[in-house]
């Protein structure tokens, strides 16, 4: 009818008005409600980044303790959960356990319901914070048949989530500052990236007033797929692929695929719908992808060196250039998560937990508005004009 803003994917329409985190996608810079990105990864850890994004500021030393005291104080689950993981076949994708485990949240914490409660929407916030690594740390111990292991209040977000991912009760794990600290930084570059689809889920979900635990079990369904949080996991799947294939010397036939708009072969973890030159969160990964694999004596890692190559290759390929596709967070970060002993298939149910705190933040955003209204896009009906039913034998 011609009433309505035909915009599909959203490309010039802002769904909200948002203080929290700006991109200049031109030139490739990140703010957390003001702090440029490399500054938060340098300085900060997860959980002062966390009390950044949800309340707007840095906690000073007492607040970030009293913070912390309360995440911890949430890191166990309800000791049920575990029977409802139980319904799962064990090699099921991560995800579709995490989809599951998160929705299921909202099943167990009677105090947490209403999101339009500011007191509720804290106590699920801090819960979700909490018990995220707990609930992916449970979903991979599950699929390896070992048994879960109990958070540790007195170790660092990370360290703790380090713990629970490769403890066993016969054997502690001894985490390594560099790859803790590495851990702690890909939570970090991942907390939060404005009105990506995740988060757009979340509010459009959270904007009908359900449950906060099922609005954020939407938003780990809409991270899952590859051209979103699923591309780490595709990345290194890509790079394993090239690498099978022969390495180095087949990144021009594998580009030339890439190249060819019949292949339906993308190059995983390069571009972006905002960022049209260097995502800042792929150089700091690339930065800590060195210093992990320095501190693991993997200096040769050859999937790091194929992945330096192929950059390199697509940065120079007019393709690429006229395009302005750059690498993107996901480029590097699978390499960093498999050389501390993550998993790949796990990778994504990562980004979901350190995207968790960033869904939080926009949805109390979203409702703290007074002017929020339930989200409902409209549409151009483009189908058949008013007819009437036939009686089947006429149809
Ligand atoms: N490999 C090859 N060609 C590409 C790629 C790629 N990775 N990305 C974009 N293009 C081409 C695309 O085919 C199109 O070409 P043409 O103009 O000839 O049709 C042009 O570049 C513009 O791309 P688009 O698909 O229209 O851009 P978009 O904003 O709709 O998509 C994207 C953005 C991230 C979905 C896409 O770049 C992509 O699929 N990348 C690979 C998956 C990926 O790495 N995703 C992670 C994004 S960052 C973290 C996150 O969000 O979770």
């Keep these: 009818t011609g009433m309505f803003t035909y915009d599909p994917g959203f490309m010039s329409t802002a769904s909200c008005e948002s203080a929290i985190t700006y991109i200049d996608g031109d030139k ?7 702090y440029p990105i490399e500054q938060l990864a340098t300085n900060c850890d997860f959980l002062e980044t966390c009390h950044l994004l949800l309340y707007g500021e840095l906690p000073n030393q007492e607040q970030k303790n009293s913070f912390t005291k309360l995440v911890t104080n949430h890191t166990m689950v ?29 099943a167990f914490y009677h105090d947490s319901t209403d999101i339009n409660n500011p007191k509720h929407r804290e106590i699920a916030a801090i819960r979700l914070i ?10 991979y111990k599950y699929t390896i048949g070992q048994p879960y292991m109990y958070p540790k209040n007195e170790l660092s977000y990370a360290g703790n989530f380090l713990h629970m991912m490769f403890a066993t009760p016969c054997e ?18 991942h907390a939060d990236h404005e009105q990506n689809a995740s988060t757009s889920t979340v509010r459009l979900c959270g904007s009908s007033g359900t449950n906060p635990f099922a609005a954020i079990a939407a938003g780990v369904a809409c991270l899952w797929g590859p051209a979103h949080g699923g591309a780490n996991e595709a990345a290194l799947n890509m790079l394993y692929d090239i690498q099978k294939a022969g390495g180095v010397d087949k990144i021009g036939e594998f580009i030339k695929q890439v190249k060819d708009k019949n292949s339906n072969v993308k190059l995983m973890g390069f571009g972006h719908r905002v960022y049209k030159n260097y995502d800042p969160r792929a150089k700091l990964m690339q930065e800590t992808c060195r ?8 200096e040769n890692d050859p999937l790091f060196k194929l992945a330096m190559a192929l950059e390199k290759i697509a940065l120079e390929d007019e393709y690429f250039v006229s395009r302005k596709l750059y690498p993107n967070v996901d480029f590097y970060s699978g390499i960093v998560q498999r050389a501390i002993g993550i998993p790949v298939p796990l990778f994504t149910a990562i980004f979901a937990l350190a995207r968790t705190v960033g869904w939080i933040a926009q949805l109390n955003e979203m409702i703290g508005d007074p002017e929020y209204k339930i989200g409902r896009p409209r549409q151009l009906f483009e189908g058949s004009p008013k007819r009437d039913v036939q009686p089947i034998a006429k149809r």
Aim: glycine share 10%; aromatic share 8%.
């Design 28 to 34: 490739g810079e990140l703010l957390y409600r003001g």
């Design 78 to 106: 309800n000791e049920q959960m575990q029977f409802f993981l139980r319904g799962f076949r064990r090699d099921a994708h991560p995800m579709a356990i995490m989809t599951g485990l998160v929705g299921a949240l909202s």
């Design 130 to 139: 909490a018990k995220m690594p707990t609930l992916v740390a449970m979903a």
């Design 172 to 189: 502690p794990y001894k985490v390594s500052p560099v790859l803790e600290r590495a851990l702690d930084r890909i939570f970090i570059l």
């Design 291 to 298: 210093e992990v694999l320095g501190e693991l004596g993997l």
